[in-house]
């Protein structure tokens, strides 16, 4: 093998780093050499965080270097901040900043409203660009950004914590806690990386949670809730927080005005979905292209299981992150994580692809795409 394709397997296994925190978008690996020799390494560690030529040229710098090559993964991306959402600057200007003489490039932008628009930026600089090295190698990992790219909803993301027979919570509906506090952690590190955190009207009701970020420094993501019929307690800790923490009702179209607008004086934003089965069911495909129309673009959802339930009729769940706890509750009445009729055979089982498995203390979390 070249030492150009020795030098993007490392890349490759740095931007593996970032599976799973970072989708919708792409996980990028960067390493910077000087005189042959790497001098940094950088990754995209999460979704909304710097991309990873950006980490690798700020670790340069704060090591004196000055680096002369770079090899990425993915074409360095061209669009300016803000564009589509985009969270940070273009990194093929920054890589020209920097004096970078060399880029060694695996895959092409897989958007082709910007494929070889970095390419083409690094060139017009002066660079010498060598795209292509371990192409196919690449593409295999921007499988998750090329379907993120065909989709007109938000990157959906299903969390939840489960006992070892498979069960949410006890019979009588109590569930805390069956996960421990490392996977509670993480479960709020998700929160801080997402536009949004979404759950169904009756794990509002049940669990009265709060959706916020506590545990670790981050941003607040919206609060969403699938009430059709606006039923959400003005007690609840959603709606006495509405104020200070952004909190979107979607709700149906024929809901009784006065309940809605009643929740909206409270401070809860009332977005108004048709229908779909009955009045007690949103029509899921226009609920979330509502979202994404307002700006979101990664959710988390963490339940019940008939949301979920839906969600996976509706084919509109991208990602599964399940953390499965040492405990046994039995009960035939005990919910599990995904409800309805469920499939009718093994053989029509929704299959993860690209399974991995890690440990957060005592629980097994289980992550995956669908």
């Known amino acids: 093998m070249s030492v150009e394709g020795e030098l993007m397997r490392e890349a490759i296994a740095l931007a593996d780093l970032g599976r799973f925190e970072v989708e919708p978008n792409p996980r990028v690996g960067c390493l910077l050499l000087q005189e042959g020799e790497i001098v940094a390494r950088g ?3 999460f979704f909304g965080g710097r991309h990873a030529e950006a980490v ?7 090591n004196g270097k000055r680096p002369d090559t770079a090899v990425v993964t993915l074409e360095p991306c061209s669009s300016e901040k803000g564009v589509d959402g985009k969270k940070t600057p273009p990194c093929a200007q920054a890589l020209i900043a920097a004096g970078i003489k060399r880029v060694i490039i695996g895959s092409t932008d897989p958007d082709l409203r910007h494929r070889r628009r970095g390419i083409a930026l690094l060139e017009e600089a002066g660079i010498d660009v060598m795209d292509g090295v371990l192409a196919t190698a690449c593409d295999e990992i921007y499988v998750p950004f090329k379907k993120a790219l065909s989709l007109d909803r938000p990157w959906m993301l299903c969390k939840w914590a489960m006992t070892l027979d498979g069960k949410t919570a006890a019979p009588t509906g109590e569930a805390r806690w069956i996960s421990g506090p490392e996977a509670r952690k993480k479960t709020h590190e998700l929160r801080a990386h997402c536009d949004g955190v979404m759950v169904g009207f009756r794990t509002a009701q049940i669990d009265d949670p709060e959706l916020t970020v506590r545990h670790v420094e981050g941003k607040q993501p919206v609060r969403i809730v699938i009430d059709p019929l606006c039923e959400i307690d003005d007690d609840s800790n959603l709606v006495r927080t509405a104020r200070t923490q952004p909190t979107w009702l979607l709700a149906s179209e024929d809901v009784d005005p006065r309940r809605s607008g009643h929740l909206q004086d409270l401070g809860v934003t009332v977005v108004h979905i048709p229908t779909a089965e009955g009045p007690r ?35 509109a769940v991208d990602q599964v992150l399940a953390f499965v706890a040492p405990k046994i509750i039995g009960g035939a009445s005990a919910p ?9 055979f093994m053989a029509e089982a929704w299959q993860l692809s690209d399974v991995r498995m890690q440990q957060y203390g005592a629980d097994m979390a289980i992550a995956g795409f669908i």
């Open 336 to 344: 599990t994580p995904v409800g309805g009729d469920g499939r009718p």
């Open 56 to 62: 690798a040229l700020d670790a340069a710098k704060a």
């Open 281 to 315: 069911r949103l029509h899921l495909g226009r609920a979330f292209k509502e979202l994404r129309r307002r700006g979101l673009r990664r959710i988390l959802v963490e339940g019940g299981g008939g949301l979920v339930a839906q969600m996976f009729a509706w084919n």
């Open 43 to 45: 990754h995209h560690e």
